[in-house]
């Protein structure tokens, strides 16, 4: 596929016969034959030829199809501290053009562009019908991913609630070992506490029945 690069309103282009592409603006009427001789690279599927910057004699022809104005651009404009700011839209205005030939710096055409197709009803229906079909699968589309992604939000929420049930069930089971360890340490504590006091108690009793021994058995004088 033979092509070219020209270079108009300071911009590059590639381009090939029967394309459709948007420049800056040109000066000319709608429905006029254009010529850029500002060609920097040819192609033509055997032999390329590189400018200098330019390719003397070689030349790009396109047809201007309309002269309109680009998408809206929106312009911010803020000094801080200063209270000031500006806000407004741009259009760029833009030639709308079709390539029809491509001619080498001998002047030879090198690509040509086929005839135009007319822009019928049935045409039209045809990009109706295949625009809604694909507004239409889009849609289809997001449907899907909105159902799954709430199954996936169900499955989480059950899956969160079935964690906390048993991170409930444990923490409480170890609280009901923690009481039943502090209640067997209590009885612990208690039996040893007893014991020593029974020990204590026999202690005292035998140290008694000692003292009760050595005592010598006193008589009264007369």
Do not use: C, W
């Not at 034959?33 to 060609?39: A, C, D, L, M, R």
């Not at 009803?121 to 889009?138: G, L, N, P, S």
């Not at 289809?140 to 059950?158: D, F, G, P, S, Y």
């Amino acid at each position: 596929m033979s092509f070219a690069v020209i270079q108009t309103g300071g911009k590059q282009y590639k381009v090939s016969a029967s394309e459709i592409l948007k420049i800056e603006r040109l000066n000319d009427k709608e429905g006029k034959t254009v010529e850029f001789k500002n060609v920097l690279f040819l192609n033509d599927d055997k032999t390329t030829e590189i400018g200098n910057p330019n390719i003397q004699g070689a030349k790009v022809e396109a047809t201007i199809l309309k002269n309109i104005k680009n998408k809206t651009i929106l312009v911010f404009k803020k000094r801080r501290r200063k209270n000031s700011r500006k806000k407004y839209g741009h259009r760029q205005p833009v030639s709308l053009i079709r390539i029809t030939k491509i001619f080498s710096k001998n002047g030879k055409l090198i690509s040509q562009a086929g005839p135009q197709k007319q822009i019928t009803k049935e045409i039209v229906k045809a990009d109706q019908t295949r625009k809604k079909q694909m507004f239409e699968a889009k849609k289809t589309k997001i449907e899907e991913h909105k159902k799954i992604k709430k199954t996936l939000k169900k499955t989480e929420v059950k899956e969160e609630s079935a964690r906390k049930v048993q991170a409930d069930e444990t923490r409480k089971l170890q609280e009901k070992e923690a009481k039943n360890f502090q209640i067997e340490e209590k009885q612990k504590a208690e039996a040893m506490q007893e014991r020593a006091k029974l020990k204590s108690k026999k202690s005292d009793i035998s140290k008694k029945k000692t003292i009760s021994k050595k005592k010598p058995l006193t008589t009264k004088k007369k």
